[in-house]
């Protein structure tokens, strides 16, 4: 591909069909073949948001024309994670605006695509191919972007009419290609890639309608586009070299092509294209590693589009208002998961409670069986955590003390070592037996008084009970707080434990 100028282009500039402005109107039209990619998510949210920015209609459509890849379940999914991430559509299978059926399947039994692929046939921008896969074969290949397809030759365009005619009467198996010229240009525009100009031997003759009477995603995808008054297109640049195919399509039928928007690639931290199978490759992933959904869909929108602030907080709202998809880059994005776990930290930082321990119980629970003050623990931890998995390794400590080294009684800024710890468990363990009232308040009364009458800083002391109740070099909490978890009997088991082990 050629590359021949960039324009400048009004964002506010609406398209029109026959000369009137039309309502903005996006589809996500995702095949049903599995979980929802990260990718895929990014062209719903965008989609979704140049609607919603511009006041227009967002729709989903189902593209299961290949039912070889058809996973059971995954419609399900598609509406699952739409909803969870607040994307709300506007028409779709469960929705008639009037332009429905929304399912490409259904729409093949209204013949439509039968019906576009046949007028193409009579403006001879389409023709009937009967060769089979032995002919097929010994075809010449050539290797397109890393991938070897083969180049179809037109052999069939010369049959006669009463050749064609005779091949369908007999029932020969047949597809219908699209009839692209082999000389000269086609151009194309993409509002961030500019005009966009391919020689015309690049465009091999692609297939329409299979032999099995079902459309190909492509030739689909410019009918359902154009019939259901799509003015906005958004997917990932991949399918850049499909679009001079697709423009003359629309060219061919005289159709006016929607605007298109190619996204650029999403890769991981080696800068190699996100794999589907990767473990955060999908909506559903991230959602079970712990991650909230605000955060996810904040940082997906984040994918390649910046606002002109240096701001990286938003809710969706805020992302409708401020989406300008001209702010989106050409340049591959990196799915950075340490910048998406600080991102949820932050949404989980700004939870209200009663939110934040709802999601946060289930991984209490299954951390701690013994009977301790899960509430308590939660908020411990709730500025802590990035993701709710976190949670486990931060309280594992509250079921069951850990095997641990006496140097971590040594800390430099504490001024501790083992033989000054020794010294201080051994002296509170009397004033911690002979207290009963075992809440915060109380326990850091009793410790603050001995620090006060041995004359040392509170560090010298603290530092020293806090290892013997966690085992921990680092802990949610200070000491006095965990003792309040852990209870008078827990408490002085564990301190009793850690002067046996400095007397070893």
Not at 190 to 200: A, P, Q, R, S
Not at 295 to 318: H, K
Not at 333 to 353: C, Q
């Amino acid at each position: 591909m050629c590359l021949r100028g960039i324009h400048k282009l009004d964002m506010r500039k609406r398209p029109r069909r026959n000369g009137v402005k039309m309502k903005i109107r996006t589809r996500y039209a995702p095949s049903p073949t599995g979980k929802m990619h990260v990718g895929n998510l990014r062209s719903a949210l965008y989609e979704f948001l140049i609607a919603k920015h511009e006041g227009g209609d967002f729709m989903l459509r189902i593209e299961d024309t290949d039912q070889g890849r058809y996973v059971e379940g995954a419609t399900e999914i598609i509406y699952r994670t739409l909803e969870k991430a607040g994307l709300k559509h506007d028409e779709g299978p469960d929705k008639d605006g009037g332009y429905g059926p929304y399912v490409q399947s259904e729409r093949i039994k209204t013949g439509i695509y039968m019906k576009y692929a046949r007028e193409l046939i009579e403006k001879g921008e389409a023709y009937y191919c009967f060769c089979d896969k032995e002919r097929l074969s010994s075809l010449k290949t050539e290797v397109v972007e890393g991938k070897e397809i083969t180049i179809y030759d037109k052999h069939c365009l010369s049959l006669s009419k009463e050749e064609v005619e005779a091949n369908l009467a007999a029932g020969k198996p047949y597809v219908i290609r699209q009839n692209n010229p082999a000389e000269g240009t086609t151009t194309f525009h993409d509002e961030l890639y500019g005009d966009i100009t391919v020689e015309n031997a690049e465009l091999d003759d692609m297939i329409l309608i299979k032999s099995d009477g079902f459309p190909t995603y492509n030739f689909a995808n410019v009918v359902d586009d154009h019939t259901m008054d799509i003015t906005h297109v958004v997917r990932g640049n991949e399918y850049l070299s499909s679009s001079p195919k697709y423009t003359r399509l629309y060219e061919a039928f005289g159709w006016e092509p929607p605007k298109y928007v190619h996204l650029p690639l999403v890769t991981d931290e080696n800068h190699k294209k996100l794999a589907k199978r990767g473990g955060s490759a999908s909506f559903e992933d991230l959602l079970e590693q712990g991650f909230v959904t605000e955060a996810i869909v904040n940082f997906i929108a984040l994918l390649g589009w910046s606002p002109e602030s240096n701001r990286e907080i938003f809710t969706l709202d805020e992302l409708i208002r401020e989406f300008d998809y001209h702010r989106i880059s050409k340049s591959p994005t990196v799915f950075d998961l340490v910048k998406l776990r600080w991102m949820n930290g932050e949404y989980i930082k700004g939870m209200d409670f009663d939110t934040y321990y709802e999601m946060a119980e289930p991984y209490l629970k299954k951390t701690l069986s013994r009977e301790l003050d899960l509430k308590k623990i939660a908020a411990m931890v709730k500025t802590r955590i990035e993701v709710f998995p976190d949670i486990a390794e931060m309280v594992d400590f509250f079921e069951e003390l850990p095997e641990y080294d006496t140097a971590m009684y040594t800390h430099k800024k504490m001024k501790t070592n083992e033989q000054s710890s020794l010294e201080v468990l051994t002296e509170v363990l009397p004033l911690l037996e002979a207290q009963e009232d075992y809440s915060n308040d109380a326990l850091y009364a009793v410790l603050a008084g001995y620090v006060e009458k041995k004359g040392c800083k509170n560090g010298y002391v603290m530092w020293p009970v806090r290892t013997a109740v966690s085992g921990r070099q680092t802990t949610p909490a200070g000491a006095t707080e965990i003792m309040e978890v852990l209870g008078k009997e827990e408490s002085l088991k564990r301190i009793r434990k850690g002067i046996a082990l400095l007397n070893k």
